[in-house]
């Protein structure tokens, strides 16, 4: 599904899970969102739980949880499509899982897109079923008539955004 953002210069991408419950203990979960910033094909920055910012600014990753307790988005990457550079192409928005449960291991676990201006949600992915410790959520694309989101909600195998970068070039014809 492609969905265009034209009218829209924010857009925010949240995270949100429960750790796992157990008969006798609650077990943390580390997801971790992040953004890869590319230009055609080649990637030029990540933000990520390592890198909360890209270099001007544009893209941001607001927290790290490091167990997913609480209620809501556990963690939000905000891209201000007004401000990237002109030569990025594409954002592909990825979630990794760092204690390598899979996402089929995983309580609750649901990602969103959010126009950052209105609060309203653009789209809802729950990766409850994929048993895989990534997950590529989506690419925000630099189109003819501007921004616009498409949808990917595919896993991958990576505990680390550098781990799934060799399967993502794909998403990006």
Do not use: K
Not at 27 to 47: C, F, H, K, M, Q
Not at 130 to 147: D, E, H, K
């Amino acid at each position: 599904m492609v969905i265009p953002l034209r009218d829209i210069g924010y857009v925010l991408m949240g995270l949100g899970w429960d750790p796992v419950r157990e008969w006798y203990r609650e077990r943390a979960i580390d997801l971790n969102a992040a953004a890869l910033l590319y230009s055609g094909t080649g990637l030029r920055e990540v933000v990520y739980h390592e890198r909360l910012d890209s270099p001007d600014g544009s893209v941001r990753l607001h927290g790290d949880s490091l167990d997913g307790v609480g209620p809501g988005d556990d963690e939000v990457i905000s891209v201000d499509l007004t401000r990237l550079p002109g030569d990025i192409t594409a954002i592909l928005l990825l979630v990794t899982s760092h204690s390598e449960q899979t996402f089929a291991e995983v309580r609750n676990v649901f990602c969103r897109l959010v126009d950052g201006s209105t609060g309203a949600e653009i789209a809802r992915y729950d990766p409850s079923g994929v048993p895989a410790t990534g997950l590529v959520v989506g690419a925000l694309v630099r189109a003819s008539g501007g921004w616009e989101f498409r949808e990917i909600n595919e896993g991958v195998h990576a505990r680390h955004p550098a781990e799934a970068v060799p399967y993502l070039t794909r998403y990006l014809t």
